[in-house]
């Protein structure tokens, strides 16, 4: 009996292509041609599912950014319940979720590349798509870190919350100085991570 193939297959393909390729070459620099030829479909296929090549780029990072947000808001529920919750219970949840993303096997790695992108394009278009629909996250985030630390007014936290979210950037690109021996498992080099990453972090948000 033959299998029907689902047509999430087929779009999985282009998304995961697509990614590579923005990864790679960049948003502008990727033409919707190289990511049908990669990934064996025709053009048809792509405006079927996805309709033009912005609402592509904005399903590759609502892929990934779905599914880490949900990650990091059920840990930040899950420290909020706890009576006695600390800086660094916030920050774990805030950092964690991501780290392991970027090292996810299935184009973890090629995300983060294309989360720098992002950063780096300055594609206002981009910018408000992860706005609107990411922008309350970070938001949760802050409120309960502005309780956590009440020597901080607004726009100070703001400040060292940005520079948190750039050295996290930096560990999810494994770009540093420190990689992971070759006697080192993948789970224990991003625990090492996280760990060191949240130590630093609520040193800095702690300073006065």
Do not use: C
């Not at 779009?11 to 990669?38: D, M, N, P, Y």
């Not at 916030?90 to 720098?116: H, K, T």
């Not at 300055?122 to 938001?139: A, I, M, P, Q, T």
């Amino acid at each position: 009996m033959r299998t029907v193939q689902p047509n999430f297959s087929t779009k999985e393909r282009i998304l995961g292509v697509a990614e590579t390729l923005f990864a790679r070459h960049g948003f502008a620099g990727a033409s919707l041609r190289q990511v049908t030829a990669a990934a064996k479909v025709n053009l048809a296929a792509v405006n079927y599912h996805f309709g033009s090549k912005e609402s592509l780029i904005e399903e590759v990072f609502r892929r990934r950014l779905d599914e880490l947000n949900r990650h990091r808001l059920a840990a930040l529920a899950a420290v909020d319940s706890k009576p006695d919750r600390r800086l660094e219970d916030v920050l774990d949840a805030f950092i964690r979720p991501a780290l392991e993303q970027s090292m996810d096997s299935a184009g973890g790695a090629a995300f983060v590349r294309v989360l720098a992108r992002a950063y780096a394009e300055h594609d206002e278009r981009l910018r408000k798509f992860l706005s609107d629909n990411y922008g309350h996250v970070l938001r949760d985030f802050a409120a309960a870190f502005a309780q956590l630390l009440p020597h901080l007014d607004k726009e100070e936290l703001y400040w060292r919350l940005d520079i948190v979210a750039g050295a996290l950037t930096y560990a999810m690109a494994d770009f540093g100085m420190i990689k992971r021996k070759n006697d080192v498992s993948e789970h224990s080099h991003r625990e090492q991570a996280a760990q060191h990453l949240v130590r630093f972090a609520a040193a800095g948000l702690r300073a006065e």
